[in-house]
C-alpha cells in the first residue's frame, strides 16, 4: 500500500511518554518497496523488505550497509509527503530497530534527523547495546517539524564501526509511527514572515537567457535591504496561455490556520489599467493543490503599489510564492519593449478577511435495506459479502439483500483477468483481517493459488460540489491485509483472476479464507473456465501517456518507472498509448541535428526521450499506431526547440517548412530501423476553442499531407465550429468527442477517407466508477465503429498530491507509486470493457463462419445474442454535448453487460462446437 508507507520507513529511535496517545499514520506497516535515497559518497550494499524478520506487520524494512570509508557520513532519506495537519500535533517519532552488529563503547553510533522547510534538524544518538534484538527508541520532536516535513533522515558514521573490523551491517526498521499528545495542547502560533530573502525568479514555459533577467539588488528596495528586479521583453508571438515567470520564495513550515492572505509590494514600469488581470498569484501547497489568488491590475507606472490578496481556499501548508505574469495582456501594447519589475515584501497575513470555509465531509449515501447482522455474525464481529464490482462499496455500505453472501462465482477464458470483489464490515473493532485465495482444482486439472490477485480498496478525500468531498474508495493498493477496522466502516478486497493461457476447460473449485481478529470464514469459490479463445481487439485501444514532473515531490516517482506503465497497460488489454516528448533538435554549423534519444526542450518537460518511449512501447508488446503529441508541440513558440525560434525564421517560411519535413522525415527513417509503429501526427488538440486555432490545425494538417507515408490525427468537436466537418477532406484519423458522436458522423467522416476514432467518453469519475470505463471501452467501442478508442489520462497531470483531492478533481487512472502504478476500479472497468469488445468480436467471427457455412439458422441465434444489449443504444440525430451519450450510458445496468457477455460465450461455445 504505497500511498500509505510514504511516511513509514523513515528513521527514528525512542520510548512512549506515558501521556502521549500513539497514532498510526495510515496503517503504520512497511511495505514493498520503500522509497529511498542516498545521499553519500559511498553506497549502501543493498536494501529489500524481509517478511521473515519482522515484528507485528508483514514486512520490516532491511538495509545491509557496507562500510566503505572512514571520515564520512551517509544519509538514508525517507520522502514523507505528509499533510500539515499530521505533523503539526505530533511530539514523537517512534520505530522499532534491530542491529546485526553491537559497539557499546561507542558513544554515538548513530544520528536521526527530522528535516524541516524551515531548516531545523533534531539530532538523537543511538547506541547499539544488543545485536539481533529489536528495540523501540523514540525521538522526541522537541523542534517542532511543522507541517512542510518532506522526509526523516537516518545519518550513519562509519569510523568507528570500522576500527572494531566491521565492514557490513545489516539493520531493521519496523512499525514506524507518529505520537500526538492528550486533547488540547495548542501549539505556538506562526508568525508572518517576508519571503524576500532566497528568492528567484523561475521562467515557466520560456528559455529565461531569451527573453527574462532577475537580479537581488538594492535599488528600489523598500523596508529591508533588497528587492527583487525582474525584467522582460514581451515578443508578441505566444498563444493564448500564455507565459509565466515564477517568483518562489521558500518560507517556513508550521500551522497556517487563520492565515488568509498574501501581501507584496509591486514596481512596474509600464501599466495596463484595461487588463482585467495583469498577473494572478498562486500559493503553492501540498495539501490544497494550488489555489490560484484573484488577480490585480497595475494602475499606475514607475510607483510602489501595496497588494493584498485573500487566500480563496483555506492554505494549511505553504511550500512556495509563484507570481504569475500573463504575457500575452503586455505583449499586445508593448512589443520589444523592456518591463521592469520589482517585488518587494512578500507577506503572509491573517485576520484582515473572513478565514475561507474549509471543505466539509458529505459522508456516503447508506441505503435503506440493510442486511441485520446473524448471530453467528454478531458472534465473530463482522460480516462478508460480495457485490458487483461494476457498483461501489463506501465505508458505510452495509450488505444488501441482493448481494451474494454464500458462494463466490465467475467464469473466465484461458489468458483472461476476470475480477470480483469480497466486502468485510466489522460490527465491533477489530485489530486486523487477512484474505488468502485457495488453489482451484476439477477434473481438468489445477490451478494454482496464485491464480488471484488480492488488492484492497483504499480511499482518498475527492471534491464533490459546493465546497463538500467524499471519500472514495479509488485506490486499490497490494497486499492482502487491512487493519485496523473499526467498527462499521466497510473494506472492499478486489480480488483479479489471471487464468492461465494453457488453462483447460472446466469448473475449478477452491475458497476464499478470511481471518479478522480470533475469527475465521471460509467462503466456496467457483471459477469455470471455457473453452474459448478470445480474439485480440481489431482496433485501437489507447489512453493518453504523458510524464509528470510534479509527482517526484512523493519521492516515489521515477522516469524510468516509463516501462512498468507500459507493461500495465497491455496487461489490461490496451495495445497502445499516446507520447509526448519531441527530440533534441539543434543547429550545428548551419545544419539540423535531431536525436530521438535526447528529449527536447518540451513544454511537457519529460524526462525520457521520444526513442526511450519508442522502444518501450515495442518491447511492452503495443502495437498499435502512436499519437505523437510532439508533432503539433514543433509549431509551439513555447518549447525551446521551436523550430520557428531555432532557425530565428517565421512559421512557413521555406527554411520553416524544410525543417520541419528534415525532422518528420528522421523520425520515419528512424521508425523503419528501429522497428516502431506508425505514428500518428498528433497535430491539434481541441482547436474549436477558437476560429483562429482551427484554421491553425487546418494549416498543420496540408503541411504534413505533403510529405509522403504520413498520417495526421486532430481531436475534434462537432458542436461549436463543427471542427470534425471542417477537415473532412484533408484529415487521416478523426478523433471525435465520444460524448459528441451523432448519427451519420461516423459515415460522413468515412465517406470522406478519415479514419474515424473517438476519446474521452468517461469524464471527470472515470478512475472511480468501473462501469464508465467498461461502458466505454467495450459496448461504445463495438457500437460506435470507432477505429480508435482513447481516455484522457494514464497519470493526470495536476497538483503535486494526487492523493488529496478535496478542492479539485483530478483524472487518474493508475497512481504513482515506487513498486509501479496503483490501479483503480476504473482502470479495471477498462480491461473489462476490451473484453466485452474482444467476446463480441469472437462471436461476430464465428457468425461470419456460420453464414460461409450455410448455417443460417445458427447465425441468427448468435446475432440474437450479439445485438442483446446494444438494441439499447440510440444515438442522437444531431449534435448535442453529452446529453445524449450520458443518457444511453445511464440506462445500461451491471447486470446487463454481465448478462451480455454470459449470451455472447453461450453462443461462442454453441457455434464452436457446431463448426468443427
Known amino acids: 500500500m504505497i500511498q500509505r508507507v510514504a511516511v513509514l520507513a523513515i528513521l527514528a529511535l525512542f520510548c512512549v511518554p ?57 544519509q538514508v532519506r525517507m520522502y514523507a509527503p505528509l499533510r500539515a495537519r499530521d505533523f503539526s500535533e505530533a511530539t514523537h517519532l517512534l520505530a522499532d530497530v534491530r542491529f546485526s552488529a553491537v559497539l557499546p563503547e561507542a558513544p554515538e553510533i548513530a544520528n536521526i534527523a527530522g528535516y524541516a522547510a524551515n531548516g531545523a534538524w533534531m539530532w538523537r544518538n543511538l547506541q547499539v547495546e544488543d545485536a539481533g534484538e529489536w528495540r523501540t527508541l523514540e525521538l522526541p520532536l522537541d523542534e517542532h517539524p511543522g507541517g512542510d516535513t518532506r522526509y526523516l533522515a537516518w545519518a550513519l558514521r562509519p569510523d568507528d564501526w570500522l576500527a572494531a573490523g566491521v565492514e ?20 505556538p502560533p506562526l508568525r508572518p514572515f517576508s519571503l524576500m530573502e532566497g528568492v528567484k525568479a523561475e521562467h515557466w514555459h520560456l528559455r529565461p537567457e531569451e527573453w527574462m533577467t532577475q537580479e537581488m539588488t538594492a535599488e528600489r528596495a523598500t523596508e529591508g535591504e533588497r528587492s527583487l528586479k525582474v525584467t522582460f521583453v514581451p515578443r508578441g508571438d505566444y498563444e493564448e496561455h500564455g507565459a509565466q515567470y515564477m517568483v518562489r520564495g521558500y ?32 500559493v503553492n501547497t501540498e495539501t490544497s493543490g494550488r489555489p490560484w489568488l484573484p488577480g490585480f491590475n497595475v494602475i499606475e507606472a514607475e510607483a510602489w503599489q501595496h497588494v493584498r490578496l485573500p487566500f480563496p481556499k483555506p492554505i494549511t501548508e505553504m511550500k512556495a510564492i509563484d507570481i504569475q505574469v500573463d504575457v500575452p495582456s503586455w505583449a499586445a501594447r508593448y512589443e520589444g519593449e523592456t518591463i521592469t519589475a520589482f517585488i518587494d515584501n512578500v507577506t503572509i497575513t491573517r485576520g484582515g478577511a473572513a478565514q475561507p470555509e474549509l471543505p466539509v465531509e458529505v459522508p ?8 441485520e447482522p446473524t448471530a453467528a455474525e454478531s458472534e465473530r464481529g463482522f460480516q462478508l459479502f460480495s457485490r458487483s464490482w461494476l457498483e461501489t462499496v463506501y465505508l458505510s455500505s452495509p450488505p444488501l439483500p441482493t448481494d451474494e453472501r454464500e458462494e463466490l462465482r465467475l467464469f473466465a477464458c484461458p489468458g483472461e483477468y476476470e475480477p470480483l470483489t469480497v466486502s468485510i464490515r466489522p460490527l465491533r473493532d477489530l485489530p486486523s483481517a487477512k484474505i488468502s485465495v485457495s488453489e482451484l482444482r476439477s477434473e481438468a486439472g489445477t490451478l494454482p493459488a496464485g491464480t488471484f490477485e488480492v488488492r484492497v480498496a483504499d480511499t482518498i478525500p475527492v471534491a464533490l460540489e459546493a465546497n463538500t468531498f467524499r471519500r472514495l474508495p479509488i485506490l486499490l493498493n497490494s497486499g492482502a491485509r487491512i487493519e485496523p477496522l473499526p467498527a462499521g466502516h466497510t473494506r472492499r478486497l478486489w480480488l483479479t483472476a489471471h487464468v492461465p493461457e494453457d488453462a483447460r476447460p472446466g469448473t475449478y473449485r477452491g475458497a476464499v479464507t478470511v481471518s479478522a481478529g480470533a475469527e475465521t470464514v471460509q467462503m466456496p469459490l467457483t471459477l469455470r473456465v471455457l473453452p474459448i479463445e478470445l480474439q485480440e481487439p481489431d482496433i485501437a485501444f489507447q489512453i493518453y501517456y504523458q510524464y509528470d514532473w510534479r509527482h517526484q ?93 531555432l532557425l530565428g525564421t517565421e512559421e512557413y517560411s521555406d527554411a ?63 458542436v461549436g465550429l463543427q471542427t470534425a466537418q471542417r477537415y473532412l477532406e484533408i484529415l487521416d484519423i478523426n478523433q471525435v468527442h465520444a460524448s459528441q458522436v451523432y448519427d451519420g458522423l461516423r459515415e460522413q467522416v468515412i465517406e470522406a477517407g478519415n479514419s474515424f476514432w473517438t476519446y474521452n467518453g468517461m469524464g471527470a469519475d472515470g478512475a472511480r466508477s468501473p462501469m464508465l470505463g467498461r461502458t466505454y471501452y467495450g459496448v461504445f467501442a463495438w457500437l460506435s465503429g470507432s477505429g480508435g478508442i482513447s481516455q484522457w489520462i494514464y497519470q493526470g497531470p495536476g497538483s503535486p498530491n494526487p492523493f488529496d483531492q478535496r478542492y479539485e478533481r483530478q483524472y487518474f487512472y493508475a497512481y504513482p507509486s515506487e513498486e509501479g502504478p496503483i490501479p483503480t476500479p476504473g482502470w479495471e472497468g477498462i480491461r473489462e470493457g476490451i473484453d466485452d469488445y474482444r467476446y463480441a468480436l469472437t462471436l461476430a467471427r464465428l457468425i461470419e463462419r456460420a453464414e460461409d457455412a450455410g448455417r443460417n439458422d445458427l447465425a441468427a441465434a448468435g446475432r440474437e445474442a450479439l445485438e442483446s444489449l446494444p438494441s ?39 457455434l464452436q462446437e457446431a463448426l468443427q
Open 18 to 74: 506515558a501521556q502521549a496517545r500513539e497514532v498510526i499514520y495510515q496503517g503504520g506497516e512497511i511495505a514493498p518497496p520503500h522509497s529511498l535515497v542516498l545521499i553519500s559518497p559511498w553506497q549502501a550494499g543493498r536494501r529489500t523488505c524481509d517478511a521473515e524478520i519482522k515484528t507485528q506487520g508483514e514486512y520490516a524494512m532491511k538495509y545491509e550497509l557496507d562500510m566503505l570509508a572512514a571520515g564520512e557520513s551517509l
Open 168 to 187: 557490513r551491517v545489516t539493520m531493521h526498521i519496523d512499525n514506524v509511527r507518529l505520537l500526538v499528545p492528550d486533547e488540547g495542547v495548542e501549539l
Open 251 to 282: 518560507g517556513q513550515a508550521g500551522d497556517w490556520t487563520g492565515y488568509d492572505a498574501l501581501e507584496m509590494d509591486v514596481w512596474f514600469s509600464h501599466v495596463l489599467p484595461e487588463a482585467n488581470e495583469v498577473y494572478a498569484v498562486p
Open 656 to 718: 520553416w517548412v524544410a525543417a520541419y519535413r528534415q525532422i518528420v522525415e528522421d523520425l520515419e527513417r528512424m521508425r523503419a530501423e528501429r522497428g516502431w509503429p506508425e505514428v500518428l501526427y498528433y497535430l491539434a488538440d481541441e482547436p474549436a476553442n477558437s476560429e483562429e486555432r482551427t484554421a491553425e490545425a487546418r494549416r498543420r494538417i496540408e503541411l504534413l499531407r505533403d510529405i509522403p507515408g504520413t498520417r495526421s490525427l486532430v481531436t475534434t468537436h462537432t
Open 872 to 910: 439499447t443504444y440510440d444515438m442522437p440525430d444531431e449534435p448535442e454535448r453529452n446529453a445524449g451519450y450520458v443518457a444511453w450510458r445511464s440506462g445500461l445496468t451491471p447486470g446487463t453487460l454481465h448478462g451480455w457477455r454470459w449470451r455472447m460465450a453461450e453462443q461462442i461455445m454453441a
Open 553 to 645: 515531490g512523493f519521492g516515489y516517482v521515477h522516469p524510468e518507472n516509463y516501462a512498468l506503465h507500459f507493461a500495465d497497460m497491455r496487461e489490461h488489454g490496451l495495445n497502445g498509448c499516446t507520447v509526448s516528448p519531441t527530440p533534441s533538435v539543434v543547429l550545428e554549423d548551419g545544419r539540423l541535428v535531431i536525436d530521438w534519444f535526447q528529449s527536447g526542450n518540451h513544454w511537457l518537460q519529460s524526462p525520457q526521450s521520444p526513442g526511450e518511449l519508442l522502444d518501450g512501447y515495442v518491447a511492452a508488446g503495443l502495437t498499435s499506431p502512436v499519437p505523437w503529441i510532439g508533432a503539433g508541440s514543433l509549431f509551439d513558440v513555447r518549447p525551446g526547440n521551436s523550430i520557428a525560434k
Open 364 to 371: 456516503a449515501p447508506v441505503p435503506p435495506l440493510a442486511e
